[in-house]
């Protein structure tokens, strides 16, 4: 096996596991708050502090990455992770240590994604970007989809505290295995001016409503169901038999995209996926959260290859940590705008009526992805 595949196969592996972990509590961490009695507005200010988290991390991820590595950057990442769900685990009211969750929650996706998209941007070859992707994403769907049924049996047995432990637990090897092999990023100076804001805002927009509609989704849904179906382990099972469906198509997916123009296929998948994701506002039986969820993770995954594979795009043609943090800012300051918004008109409307408009928003805010430049 040669460095360069070696390399590739353990960043995978690394990523993987680490995917895998956080997928056993991910889809459960709104419900955590609910269950504690949380307002709907109090769950989503936490997501909104996480997004805060981000703003002020992402430009020393970017420097940190630039001065020191991505592969290192990802691995604090990891070990703030651990941080993060020690202290998520003595969360009990709005407190200090209620924010100092969201807002370090916040930092380990700063510290995570930009140096995993410059990383990854390096090691992947232009043409066959959509390939790479596909594979990548049926590594972690796979990961993802193992973990909410173990996730929903552990909650429903020991509780949250010892979930928890058991992701710390393997998020240790993760940092292991993304640190044995050598970095190979080249160490410089990061000089924001490289990058014109003017060029690439229609790029931070469409990150923005990227963003706001996974972030608002993965708040909303999960309360939906569970309002619908009250059991961890019914959740984690439809969770992870919709994640498991859509390996099916991933190579599909992947090939579509790099023999087609990539606008084109993000177009439908985006039109595809916000309609699969506004239907959801009719779920009321295990059977239509179902169908609507699996509809919603595969018109998901039509929409992320080509919107990964045009971000590394551009990427290619831009001096890329530069690149990456200020797309990232943009995505995270609208998303930040976005949920303290949702947040403050949920505190005028019905319960019901929050996780429906919760759902058609995130559902329409997808469409942005669109504003994406050629």
């Not at 995978?12 to 709907?40: D, T, W």
């Not at 929903?152 to 092999?181: E, H, Q, R």
């Not at 963003?211 to 993965?218: E, H, I, T, W």
Request: charged share 10%.
């Amino acid at each position: 096996m040669d460095s360069n595949r070696k390399e590739i196969r353990l960043f995978y592996l690394s990523f993987s596991i680490f995917q895998f972990a956080n997928s056993i509590v991910q889809i459960f961490i709104p419900l955590y708050f609910y269950n504690k009695g949380f307002s709907l507005f109090s769950i989503l200010l936490f997501f909104a502090v996480t997004q805060a988290g981000r703003l002020v991390f992402l430009p020393i991820a970017a420097w940190f990455s630039s001065s020191y590595g991505a592969k290192r950057v990802m691995s604090v990442s990891f070990i703030f992770s651990v941080i993060y769900y020690i202290f998520l685990g003595k969360v009990e009211s709005i407190s200090g240590i209620f924010y100092a969750s969201a807002f370090i929650f916040g930092a380990v996706q700063a510290l995570q994604w930009l140096p995993f998209l410059v990383h990854l941007s390096k090691i992947s070859p232009n043409e066959n970007k959509g390939k790479i992707y596909s594979k990548l994403n049926m590594y972690t769907t796979i990961a993802n989809a193992l973990g909410p049924v173990l996730g929903g049996f552990i909650i429903s047995s020991c509780g949250f505290k010892s979930v928890f432990y058991v992701v710390i637990a393997l998020i240790i090897p993760a940092i292991y295995f993304l640190l044995i092999t050598p970095e190979i990023s080249k160490i410089r100076k990061i000089k924001f001016g490289l990058v014109s804001v003017k060029k690439i805002y229609p790029d931070m927009i469409a990150n923005g409503g990227f963003n706001f509609q996974v972030y608002l989704s993965n708040i909303i849904w999960p309360i939906f169901i569970f309002v619908v179906l009250p059991q961890y382990n019914t959740i984690g099972f439809i969770q992870t038999v919709s994640l498991f469906m859509s390996l099916i198509t991933l190579q599909l997916i992947g090939k579509w995209t790099d023999r087609s123009r990539r606008k084109k296929v993000l177009f439908w998948g985006s039109a595809f996926n916000s309609t699969a994701s506004f239907l959801r506002i009719f779920a009321n039986s295990f059977s239509s959260i179902f169908i609507l969820n699996s509809a919603s993770i595969f018109t998901g995954t039509l929409q992320a290859i080509p919107w990964n594979v045009k971000l590394q795009e551009h990427m290619e043609k831009e001096p890329r940590t530069e690149y990456v943090a200020i797309f990232e800012i943009g995505g995270a300051f609208l998303a930040f705008s976005g949920l303290l918004v949702f947040a403050a008109i949920s505190i005028f409307l019905p319960f019901r009526d929050v996780l429906f408009y919760g759902i058609i928003a995130s559902s329409l805010s997808g469409l942005f992805v669109n504003l994406i430049r050629e």
